[in-house]
């Protein structure tokens, strides 16, 4: 049987003939390397032969270890995110296996729903696991939020696993051991991703192409644990301006109409059947509109050709 060439991976130009000059000449040699050899090879940044290595796996959806009746009566749970319009727009709720993107301006309350959303899953006695990209909730203060509510169990500080990842090459490390985790620790409801797009923000530098294809590990990571394990996961993440034309197309500043406030890291990296994107939009220091952006199609009552909307408001720092 002949060996697949590299010259069939998605790469560009460039990437294809550094390969062929290091002597990478099947996907069978690419596959044995490591992206610090790779690198060294190809006199590349780490993340460059990361996304190479990353084009090398078959596109193949992960197997689902669960039983159907469990993934059913999951999904007929819902978890309350202490936010009445948030729980409005999510149809009550969020719902176990299900991914749940917050996006909004700096100063808006993205971590402090990503928190009640962690209060919620400790009251359920699961165990959590907390990933901060920016340094937005460090451990001390999400002890110090949670300390306040006494429905909580008497041992859910040791639920509770918080982790500080504020670089790139850090995040793409956890990516690589974030299907392996689960199983050792299968008492984990509930993944929480703090400011998703520090790292990629603070890698200014990195090609599109190479951005793209980190989003995309992102994407089947994520897939893969939603399928193999159930673990719910909700993502903050800031916003991006982006100009459109009359006709809501994409546009420059020379062409466009008028701008819009988009999250940030597109949509690429999220499992399109399973997940839902929210977008706090203020209207004042107190008030304004979490609006649904994009629900799985299955879920009752989501029409993908309009916003769905519900008005908050801030009282005492509590969105409600």
């Not at 995110?81 to 917050?102: K, V, W």
Request: hydrophobic content about 40%; glycine content about 6%.
């Amino acid at each position: 049987m002949f060996k697949k060439q590299v010259s069939e991976l998605q790469l560009p130009p460039q990437q294809l003939g550094l390969l062929r000059q290091a002597g990478y000449d099947t996907i069978d040699d690419l596959i044995a390397a490591t992206p610090e050899q790779l690198a060294h090879d190809l006199d590349i940044p780490i993340e460059a032969s990361q996304s190479i290595l990353f084009a090398t796996q078959t596109q193949r959806a992960p197997p689902l270890t669960q039983s159907a009746a469990t993934l059913l009566s999951q999904n007929l749970k819902q978890y309350t995110t202490y936010c009445q319009p948030l729980d409005a727009l999510l149809n009550g709720g969020i719902t176990p296996g299900s991914i749940l993107e917050i996006s909004g301006p700096p100063g808006t309350a993205k971590e402090a729903l990503a928190v009640n959303i962690t209060r919620s899953f400790l009251e359920a006695e699961h165990e959590i696991l907390f990933v901060d990209m920016q340094n937005m909730t460090p451990a001390a203060q999400l002890r110090e939020v949670l300390r306040q509510y006494t429905d909580l169990p008497e041992d859910y500080g040791t639920r509770i696993s918080h982790f500080s990842i504020f670089s790139l090459p850090e995040f793409l490390v956890f990516l690589h051991q974030l299907p392996s985790y689960f199983p050792e620790h299968p008492k984990v409801g509930l993944l929480v991703i703090n400011s998703l797009w520090f790292p990629f923000q603070a890698s200014s530098n990195l090609p599109n192409w190479t951005r793209n294809a980190l989003l995309l590990r992102v994407q089947e990571t994520l897939t893969k644990v939603g399928a193999s394990t159930g673990v719910t996961v909700v993502v903050t993440t800031q916003l991006a301006t982006k100009l459109v034309k009359d006709d809501g197309t994409t546009a420059n500043f020379e062409t466009g109409s008028k701008a819009i406030l988009v999250p940030q890291p597109g949509n690429t990296y999220l499992p399109s059947g399973k997940s839902f994107r929210v977008i706090i939009v203020p209207h004042t220091r107190t008030t304004g509109v979490l609006r649904l952006l994009t629900a799985p199609m299955h879920v009752r009552g989501w029409n993908p050709t309009i916003n769905k909307e519900e008005s908050y408001e801030m009282v005492e720092g509590i969105m409600q």
